[in-house]
Nanobody
């Protein structure tokens, strides 16, 4: 079992940047990991994923602006967010799963075993 703790959220103006961190109690190299977000009144949606081989995939809405990375030595997952937009405002979660899934399930939150408590990102126009 792994515990996840996000940090780094805050309030920024449109066009600004933030870097979120997700500290894991276990080795991030053992898990498939992802960032999700949830805005008020909306369903939780995937931001992007990173697999054990560091291959990343991103939702179309953030592609080219967000970057997921991880530091195995620090057991930490990162989300670098640039050129932030008001529509990026949400509670951001990191998540982890132990097993590989079909490509169609990469962004399915039900396939993730562990979740952090979330960190709020607010982007003002």
């Amino acid at each position: 079992q792994v515990q996840l703790v996000e940090s780094g959220g805050g309030s920024v103006q449109a066009g600004g940047s933030l870097r979120l961190s997700c500290a894991a109690s276990g080795s991030v190299s053992m898990y498939y990991m992802a960032w999700f977000r949830q805005a008020p009144g909306k369903e939780r949606e995937a931001v992007g994923t990173i697999n054990r081989g560091r291959i990343t995939r991103y939702a179309d809405s953030v592609k080219g602006r967000f970057t997921i990375s991880k530091d195995d030595t620090k057991n930490t997952l990162y989300l670098q967010m640039n050129v932030l937009k008001p529509e990026d405002t949400a509670l951001y979660f990191c998540a982890a799963r132990k097993e590989a899934v079909d490509f169609g399930d990469l962004y399915n939150p039900d396939r993730y075993d562990y979740w952090g408590q979330g960190t709020q990102v607010t982007v003002s126009s």
